[in-house]
C-alpha cells in the first residue's frame, strides 16, 4: 500500500530522517524517533510541524497504530493529523466498531464522523489521502467560504467535499486566510508514520480551451 510520491509533490517524510520539521513549540529539533523507515511519536517530545505551508493541496500520510488490548476509546492509539495546522483529523485505533463517531478514526475531530469505518488492524500500515480547499477570505481575513475537505481512508471515501466549521479544537491559530503547515500529534501513544507528502493544487482552472 506504500503509494510513490507523484512528480513535483513536497516530501515531508521519506523514512531518513525529520529534517523537514520542528517541534510545536519552538524551533528545536523534533523528539521522535526515526527507525525502519518510519517515526513514531515519543510521548512527552510534543506535536511536530512541517517546515513546509501550503493552501490547497493533496496530501498523503501512512500511519500505524499499536496494539493496545486493555485500552479503550481515547486511550487506543491516539494522535491526529492537522491540516494547516488547524484542522484535526483523529488517528485511533477504532478496528471493527460498527458506528464510529465524531471523536473515532478518520473523524474530522468533533465536526463530522467518517460515513464508514475503513480501519484497518492495529500495527497494520494505513493511509490518509486528504483532498484539501483552504478556506477564503476577504482583505479583511473574514472567511467568505469555509475550507473543505475529502477525505480517503485506506481507499475508502469517508468525507465527501464537506465543507468545515473552522478550525477544530487545539488549532495552532485561527489565522484562516494564511498557508498552514502539517502538524502531528503526540497524545502520549506510539503511533507510526511513513510516507508523508503532498501536492499543491491550483486555486482554480483556466475557462478557455486547449493549450497555452
Known amino acids: 500500500m506504500f503509494a510513490e510520491p507523484p512528480q513535483g509533490a513536497v516530501i515531508l517524510f521519506d523514512g531518513r530522517d525529520l529534517s523537514q520539521w520542528r517541534r510545536r513549540r519552538g524551533d528545536e529539533p523534533p523528539g521522535w524517533a526515526v527507525a525502519d523507515g518510519a517515526m513514531t511519536v515519543v510521548r512527552g517530545t510534543g506535536d511536530i510541524v512541517s517546515l513546509e505551508t501550503f493552501d490547497d493541496a493533496w496530501i498523503h500520510l501512512e500511519f500505524s497504530v499499536p496494539d493496545m488490548p486493555e485500552a479503550s476509546g481515547q486511550g487506543k492509539g491516539n ?4 491540516v494547516q495546522g488547524r484542522y484535526e483529523i483523529q488517528v485511533l485505533d477504532s478496528y471493527g466498531w460498527s458506528v464510529p463517531g465524531k471523536g473515532d478514526c478518520g ?7 467518517p460515513l464508514s469505518n475503513a480501519c484497518r488492524r ?16 476577504d ?40 498557508p498552514g503547515p502539517l502538524r502531528l500529534q503526540d497524545h502520549g501513544h506510539p503511533v507510526r508514520y511513513r510516507n508523508v507528502w503532498f501536492v499543491r493544487l491550483a486555486r482554480q482552472g483556466s475557462d478557455d480551451y486547449g493549450p497555452r
Do not use: K
Open 79 to 82: 494522535s491526529g493529523v492537522y
Open 107 to 113: 473523524a474530522i475531530y468533533d465536526q463530522f464522523a
Open 122 to 137: 492495529p500495527l497494520e500500515w494505513q493511509s490518509y489521502d486528504i483532498a484539501f480547499r483552504a478556506a477564503r477570505v
Open 139 to 178: 482583505a479583511s481575513g473574514r472567511a467568505q467560504e469555509q475550507a473543505r475537505m475529502t477525505l480517503l481512508h485506506n481507499g475508502i471515501c469517508i468525507h465527501n467535499n464537506v465543507t468545515l466549521r473552522g478550525p477544530t479544537g487545539g488549532a495552532l491559530d485561527q489565522d484562516i486566510g494564511a
